[in-house]
């Protein structure tokens, strides 16, 4: 059995984080969002991949070639024009034979969700979540075994299983996304096309999802499924730790990384390649750092996603925050994560002020940004892909490119 994989979308309320890359090639645990769930797919027993591409699509072909390096195959598929879900998976017609897994590149799932789903017969299976507020999506209503009706954001939810966007399809599911027409989004919703299965008498089912499951939508998103995969690494040191440095807990070191005197990590936590870290730093639990970054002197990073190349100048703070490739935070960059009243933080997408959900949150930084020393930055604060401060500098809200 094949898999199919969404990655085609560029993820705009990722945005600055998917200004030059797209969103299933954001780093979690220090790989491609996208590669964890072709690694839970290959322990489920799939060795075909047909993947749908769009924005910044090089990206991801360089990163895996032909899959040959995980052995496995991969197959790409340019989309056009991204016109929704059906209209991504439509274009994997003629690339898979009979029953085929659809997935998106940008959740997290478990490989024995995707075995159970494997072993179904249906003509079509819709996976579904148990949720405590189901009218903030698309909610599934069955009977028996059966799926009887699919509602995008009941007022009055007829159960509370939510569609969790992971499914088994027949071929002929090519046929009924044909004859689905746009949306008042003006899209091609799969949803639609799946009514119309259920509707002609087709056997349309659903599998509950026991396991993990979390929809990276929003910059944030990164933080929580960073955490969940780092409590399960395994410890492993194969960079340098000096004799005064220390490391408490399970804590991954990349090749060709020091850790210096001084430098005291708690884990679960991960430090990449090529990485100068301290000395006399602290690094707390559920952080990331990637590839050739540079922690320094008394610094102290707590819960972060940073990626590669970035540097992280002496007598900083960093909470709660997910940090672009190769930033440059000036001495004495402070990075605030808690509102003093205790309330959620707020932070912008797309032009809005949105509830995170979130009681610390700090920034979210694109790639290239530049502080000068003692810059302040307050809670819920987005920066833009190589915007800079002044030295003594207060940012909050959007920094917008200079």
């Known amino acids: 059995m094949k898999a199919v994989i969404l990655a085609a979308g560029e993820g705009t309320r990722m945005r600055p984080l998917t200004a030059s890359k797209p969103k299933v090639m954001l780093p979690i645990a220090n790989k491609p969002m996208i590669e964890h769930t072709i690694s839970e797919a290959v322990d489920a027993g799939i060795l075909e991949f047909v993947i749908i591409t769009g924005y910044c699509e090089e990206s991801i072909m360089d990163y895996f070639g032909d899959g040959s390096d995980l052995n496995i195959n991969i197959e790409y598929v340019h989309q056009e024009e991204q016109l929704g879900t059906a209209n991504a998976i439509a274009y994997a017609k003629g690339h898979v034979d009979g029953k085929f897994i659809v997935l998106n590149g940008d959740m997290l799932v478990r490989s024995e969700h995707i075995k159970r789903l494997q072993s179904r017969e249906n003509d079509a299976i819709i996976t579904v979540k148990e949720v405590e507020n189901p009218s903030s999506f698309g909610v599934i209503e069955t009977k028996e075994d059966r799926v009887i009706r699919i509602i995008e954001k009941p007022q009055l939810p007829p159960s509370n299983l939510v569609n969790a966007g992971i499914y088994l399809f027949d071929e002929v599911i090519f046929d009924f996304i044909e004859r689905t027409e746009l949306s008042s989004r003006g899209e091609l919703e799969i949803t639609d096309s799946l009514q119309m299965m259920v509707d002609e008498g087709y056997n349309v089912g659903y599998q509950l999802l026991d396991s993990e499951w979390l929809d990276v939508g929003r910059p944030w998103d990164m933080l929580e499924a960073n955490k969940i995969l780092l409590e ?44 100068d870290i301290g000395p006399n730093c602290f690094i707390r639990a559920s952080t990331t750092i990637g590839n050739d970054v540079h922690i320094g002197n008394a610094v102290e990073v707590k819960n972060c996603v940073i990626m590669d190349g970035t540097k ?12 672009g490739e190769k930033c440059n935070f000036g001495a004495g960059t402070k990075v605030a994560n808690l509102r003093h009243d205790g309330r959620n933080i707020r932070c912008p997408v797309k032009g809005e002020m949105v509830d995170s959900g979130r009681r610390k949150l700090g920034v979210i930084m694109g790639d290239d940004v530049h502080t000068g020393i003692n810059t302040s930055i307050n809670v819920g604060t987005v920066m833009e892909a190589g915007t800079y401060t002044h030295p003594g500098e207060v940012v909050k809200g959007l920094r917008k490119t200079n």
Do not use: F, M, Q, W
Not at 250 to 272: E, L
Not at 312 to 323: A, E, K, N, Q, R
């Open 232 to 275: 399960n690494i395994d410890a492993k040191h194969e960079g340098t730790i000096e004799p005064y440095a220390t490391l408490n807990g399970n804590i991954h070191v990349g090749k060709g990384s020091i850790v210096r005197n001084g430098a005291y990590i708690t884990g679960p936590a991960i430090i990449g390649e090529n990485c």
């Open 312 to 323: 992280i100048g002496h007598l900083s703070y960093l909470g709660d925050s997910v940090i």
